[in-house]
């Protein structure tokens, strides 16, 4: 590490939330000179640079700065950390990061998740929910399911399955049926494909 970086790690303290001092230090460097410019501020402060960020930044200018600075598994973590820990839990980006993700990505974001806070996902979500009570267990029945099950990722689609399970979802819909339990299987468990072949015959119906 050389005194370049260590320069750039100084320039990081006291910014508040002066959004170009941040993009002065951090928006033009490498993927290499980030990482040692943050290891250099760890060293000289004895502070994770990402949960101080995570304190200072919120909105699209954080996800750009965690997008920076960490890799992909790494930045989806701290992504839904801070969603997670929001006065009013954003879990719109849960549910982006679990719905998009492959199986294997959703795990390593997972594991990542657990390395950097010393805590689930999951255990976090149920410490943030709040509300009224049938709704909270509803919320978390269905996010748990989404972080934790590992989907099939192929390109194989069932197509009378899918005639089957959009009836179950249209009745449970009409009944108002919010906990029913084969709806949230079918929504956590069944591949993108299979879902949107479902999800089809439901509009059709």
């Known amino acids: 590490m050389n005194e370049y970086h260590i320069s750039f790690a100084y320039n990081l303290v006291g910014w508040g939330t002066d959004e170009k001092a941040i993009i002065n230090v951090l928006a033009h460097q490498n993927a290499t000179q980030r990482q040692q410019i943050m290891t250099a501020y760890n060293d000289i402060y004895h502070e994770d640079l990402v949960k101080r960020l995570e ?6 200018f954080g996800k ?28 719109h980006v849960i ?14 974001v997972r594991r990542a ?32 399911a989404l972080v934790s099950s590992f989907r ?18 249209h009745n ?20 993108k494909l299979e879902l949107i072949a479902t999800f089809n015959s439901y509009s059709d119906d």
């Open 55 to 60: 304190s200072e930044l919120s909105g699209d």
């Open 64 to 91: 750009a700065v965690y997008c920076w600075i960490l890799d992909p598994t790494d930045s989806q973590a701290v992504l839904a950390h801070v969603a997670i820990k929001k006065s009013e839990p954003d879990y």
């Open 95 to 108: 549910v982006e990061i679990a719905c998009v993700l492959s199986p294997e990505e959703l795990l390593a």
């Open 113 to 144: 998740y657990h390395h950097r806070y010393k805590r689930s996902s999951e255990e976090d979500e149920a410490a943030a929910t709040s509300g009224d009570i049938l709704l909270i267990m509803v919320n978390l029945q269905l996010l748990w």
């Open 152 to 169: 099939y990722d192929g390109i194989e689609v069932n197509a009378s399955l899918a005639d089957k399970e959009a009836e179950i979802l």
């Open 172 to 191: 449970a819909i009409k009944d108002k049926a919010l906990n029913h339990e084969e709806a949230i299987r079918i929504l956590t468990t069944r591949s």
